[in-house]
């Protein structure tokens, strides 16, 4: 097969239905010559039976047949083959028919007699418009996958009360701001919020304040005219105009610098953008949904997080609660995500009881992302199920711990606290606080615990 071959989309199946004989020959001739396959039919009746029989990528119909007209044929493919694309055809345009055709979502509309080549083009285009939507449809997969399932996983109290929350305000146009630690589920929350709101057609469009460069910021959210800046060849629509009709998911919120937060008011507010290097604006209907794991009230006090635009994002709160609050659900969400990597073994068979009481007795300071990371590991170290304790990552729980109080022999309790901090800072690769998190005192605690230590250590 030539390479040329090779890249060639796959021909269309075309049904052709018209009660003109010239026509009928015309279409079993030429149709094949520029490559597609098609079944030709007389009359409306005729099409439908087989719309029934086989299935077509596009439907080529006269408008007046009789038995059935060319409307009725589309209604009726449209129930069959909903994917199929329809192009109407009629000797007598009207508005009227034109109008019936497009509320059938017929693709275009061919006036006859037409040319070969108009017919030639159409087909081309209706081609192009097939290939589009399989490649959308392969990215949204692509995406998913990227993502993983949008599923809100737990049915204990705490998931119930999110899983409330979320079912009240969705279908409102409010700002909501989602608040929790770190890896908790923030974006999934924000996702399904827009999935249940009447904007579920529309984008979400997430965008993580954080990791903007703070000179980018402006023109990713507002987009910029070309020549606006050094570097701005061409013009680009910013993130508010993309999510126009939809969402907008304005993820660790609290990273956003100040000079933003009063832009970002101003858009709030008016629901204009102004490109930068624009004279003009553009309204935008777009809701906001934002997210944190800072304390913004702390922020606010602190004058790094204005107080106004607090109060404009923050119409409803929902706090996702961290993992370790929500025990009760560890082991339904290992399962779901172990089958993200696994789909053999049956569901009470995945992992060993060692394994399970492993993890159920972390802090979890990653949260839901750690414990996909954690479980990512185990099913990537071991071909069968279930996931024993040793597929854990080696740093692990307190595996590590145990092993090493056992292999250390007679040691004082103060000893053993100290271990377990050393390990808890060595595990978090440094990260105090969440060393401390994990380790279920305050970070001034910690503090202490590590300057007693100390001076313990220098007195000899
Ligand atoms: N309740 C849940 N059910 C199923 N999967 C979940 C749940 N919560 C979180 N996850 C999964 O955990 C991972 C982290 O979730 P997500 O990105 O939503 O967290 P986040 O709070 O937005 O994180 P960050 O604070 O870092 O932005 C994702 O893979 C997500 O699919």
């Avoid at 007795?361 to 990512?376: D, K, T």
């Avoid at 690769?429 to 503090?447: C, H, I, Q, R, W």
Wanted: charged content about 30%; overall charge negative.
């Amino acid at each position: 097969m030539s390479k040329n071959k090779q890249n060639k989309p796959p021909a269309m199946h075309i049904l052709f239905a018209d009660d003109e004989k010239n026509l009928q020959e015309l279409m079993r001739q030429e149709l094949p010559r520029m490559g597609y396959s098609v079944t030709v039919c007389p009359d409306g009746l005729t099409a439908v039976a087989a719309l029934e029989r086989e299935s077509f990528d596009c439907l080529l119909v006269d408008l007046d047949m009789p038995g059935m007209n060319g409307i009725d044929v589309i209604g009726k493919a449209r129930e069959l083959r909903p994917e199929i694309e329809a192009v109407v055809m009629t000797g007598k345009p009207s508005q009227e028919t034109a109008i019936a055709a497009l509320r059938h979502q017929a693709f275009d509309y061919l006036t006859k007699p037409c040319r070969l080549a108009d017919v030639a083009g159409l087909l081309g285009r209706v081609n192009e418009r097939r290939q589009n939507k399989k490649q959308l449809t392969a990215l949204n997969l692509r995406l998913r996958h990227a993502e993983g399932d949008s599923k809100l996983v737990g049915s204990g109290k705490m998931m119930d009360a999110v899983r409330t929350l979320i079912s009240k305000v969705a279908p409102t146009d409010s700002s909501v701001l989602i608040r929790g630690e770190t890896g908790c589920g923030k974006e999934l929350v924000a996702r399904a919020i827009h999935d249940a709101s009447l904007r579920a057609d529309k984008p979400l469009v997430p965008v993580n304040c954080g990791a903007l460069p703070e000179n980018l910021i402006e023109s990713e959210l507002f987009g910029h005219c070309r020549g606006a800046f050094t570097g701005a060849d061409v013009a680009r629509t910013g993130l508010f105009e993309v999510a126009d009709g939809g969402s907008i998911f304005l993820d660790e919120i609290g990273e956003l610098p100040l000079q933003m937060q009063a832009k970002l008011l101003r858009v709030l507010e008016t629901g204009d953008i102004r490109r930068l290097g624009d004279n003009q604006t553009v309204h935008v209907d777009v809701r906001i949904v934002c997210a944190t794991h800072r304390d913004l009230e702390k922020m606010v006090e602190e004058g790094t997080f204005r107080e106004d635009l607090m109060f404009r994002i923050n119409t409803f709160e929902v706090h996702v609660p961290a993992l370790r609050e929500r025990t009760e659900d560890l082991a339904v969400l290992a399962r779901h995500l172990l089958r993200r990597h696994r789909t053999d073994g049956a569901d009470d068979k995945l992992f060993s009881a060692d394994a399970m009481e492993q993890l159920m007795s972390h802090r979890w300071p990653g949260n839901v992302r750690e414990l996909a990371n954690v479980i990512e590991h185990a099913a990537i170290l071991n071909d069968s199920l279930p996931i024993e304790a040793e597929h854990l990552p080696r740093h692990f729980g307190k595996r590590q711990l145990r092993k090493e109080i056992r292999d250390s022999g007679p040691m004082k309790l103060r000893d053993l606290e100290m271990l377990a901090i050393d390990k808890a800072i060595e595990r978090n690769d440094g990260n105090k606080p969440a060393a401390a998190e994990e380790l279920g005192v305050s970070l001034k605690t910690l503090y202490n615990k590590l300057n007693a230590a100390e001076e313990k250590r220098a007195a000899g």
